[in-house]
């Protein structure tokens, strides 16, 4: 059984994982925008500037909470493979549910500025994520944690 970390601990965790789960999105949109349509092609470069900002931000919250952020893998593993945009606008809707769970654990161990920080993204992200799918999640964030 994994311990639990301390109270103190846990923003600073948290802010760790929607640290990752930005790197991993910030590289997922740039093989998203490659596939992606004609159409949707602005909407994946807004959105992977969007993750880099809030990449850039998670960075310097890390730091502000005493930690060293962790650096960006350099490739992730796509959790299938896209062969056209169909493909593409799957896997952002997926990719952005990922963030939202990532930002709705900061959002539960975070308060203050932070925690509406967290919140904030948490919405962009389940926006974008209904954007892509074409529809909406009852709980935004809470998907994976089933």
């Given at each position: 059984?994994?311990?639990?970390?301390?109270?103190?601990?846990r923003?600073?965790?948290?802010?760790?994982?929607?640290?990752?789960?930005?790197?991993?999105?910030?590289?997922?949109?740039?093989?998203?925008?490659?596939?992606?349509?004609?159409?949707?092609?602005a909407?994946?470069?807004?959105?992977?500037?969007?993750?880099?900002?809030?990449?850039?931000?998670l960075?310097?919250?890390?730091?502000?909470?005493?930690?060293?952020?962790?650096?960006?893998?350099?490739?992730?593993?796509?959790?299938?493979?896209?062969?056209?945009?169909?493909?593409?606008?799957?896997?952002?809707?997926?990719?952005?549910?990922?963030?939202?769970?990532?930002?709705?654990?900061?959002?539960?161990?975070?308060?203050?500025?932070?925690?509406r920080?967290?919140?904030?993204?948490?919405?962009?992200?389940?926006?974008?994520?209904?954007?892509?799918?074409g529809?909406?999640?009852?709980?935004?964030?809470?998907?994976?944690?089933?």
């Amino acid at each position: 059984m994994k311990p639990e970390p301390s109270p103190a601990g846990r923003p600073l965790e948290a802010a760790q994982a929607a640290l990752a789960a930005e790197h991993s999105a910030a590289y997922a949109y740039g093989v998203i925008g490659a596939r992606a349509s004609a159409a949707r092609a602005a909407e994946a470069r807004e959105a992977y500037g969007e993750h880099l900002a809030r990449r850039d931000s998670l960075t310097r919250t890390v730091r502000e909470l005493g930690g060293s952020p962790r650096p960006s893998e350099a490739a992730y593993a796509l959790p299938f493979e896209l062969r056209g945009p169909a493909d593409a606008e799957r896997l952002a809707a997926e990719i952005e549910d990922r963030v939202a769970g990532a930002y709705s654990d900061l959002v539960r161990a975070a308060d203050g500025r932070l925690r509406r920080e967290a919140a904030d993204a948490l919405s962009a992200s389940a926006v974008r994520a209904a954007r892509w799918r074409g529809v909406g999640v009852a709980f935004p964030g809470l998907t994976e944690k089933r």
